[in-house]
């Protein structure tokens, strides 16, 4: 496997349900990004971790739970969600800060997340 | 406030000519700019980028344009073909880190 990965690639969940998102990097990359895109909206930010740490939580409701056990791979817990949680979940990794402000994100294929 | 715009929606341009795409921004502070291109259910894939020390980058069929001074950045896709239809999405960093603030994107069709 190359470049940014992520699991499942489709995924519909009951709002009482317990699910994990999984992401894998193979590019040697320091920083890993969740992001979230709902239909005719921009991408938004949801977290940064860089050198595994949470370095950024864009106001993101606790029942999306983050986890970054190394710097190859990101998960994101889901629990409780809402219909309105429906979108595209986006995965993306990059050097990080030692990239001297010309960092550049690499991303997976998504998941496509339905919530029932 | 959106600090990244993309004021097209979408752009409908005829095979083997070019595809303009405009971005601007309002942050002084974002030094480094990328596009990303997006076909339907996938991820954005890396186009190309430019630093803010320059003022022009090209790749291939693909240049990108920085103005400064406007605060405007543009990409040129010349010839385009029908394979380039899809969404694009500037991006700009260097306000807060390796954060990305993204542009709402401009859906280009290349008609045969």
């Known amino acids: 496997e190359t470049g940014v990965t992520q699991t499942p690639r489709h995924l519909v969940m009951g709002m009482t349900n317990k699910k994990s998102l999984k992401c894998e990097q193979h590019?040697?990359?320091?920083?890993m990004y969740w992001y979230k895109q709902s239909a005719k909206k921009p991408l938004e930010l949801m977290f940064v971790?860089?050198?595994?740490?949470?370095?950024e939580n864009n106001s993101v409701p606790s029942r999306f739970s983050p986890e970054c056990p190394n710097s190859s791979h990101l998960f994101l817990h889901l629990h409780t969600l809402q219909p309105e949680d429906s979108a595209l979940y986006l995965c993306?990794?990059?050097?990080?800060?030692?990239?001297?402000?010309?960092?550049?994100?690499?991303f997976g294929p998504g998941t496509r997340l339905t919530v029932l | 406030d959106q600090q990244v715009k993309q004021n097209s929606p979408s752009l409908s341009v005829q095979e083997g000519r070019i595809s303009i795409l405009n971005c601007d921004y309002t942050?002084?502070?974002?030094?480094?700019f990328l596009w990303y291109k997006k076909y339907p259910a996938e991820g954005p894939t890396f186009l190309i980028s430019?630093?803010?020390?320059?003022d022009k980058n090209e790749d291939g069929r693909f240049t990108v344009f920085l103005n400064k001074s406007a605060k405007h950045l543009s990409l040129h896709i010349v010839p385009s073909q029908p394979g380039d239809s899809a969404v694009y999405f500037c991006?700009?960093?260097?306000?807060?880190?390796?954060?990305?603030?993204f542009g709402g994107g401009t859906r280009v069709l290349v008609k045969p």
């Open positions: 993306a990794s990059s050097l990080g800060p030692s990239a001297h402000n010309q960092d550049t994100q690499y």
């Open positions: 590019l040697g990359h320091n920083a």
């Open positions: 971790y860089n050198f595994k740490e949470q370095t």
């Open positions: 942050n002084s502070m974002f030094d480094y």
């Open positions: 430019i630093s803010s020390i320059k």
């Open positions: 991006a700009a960093s260097g306000a807060a880190g390796n954060k990305l603030t």
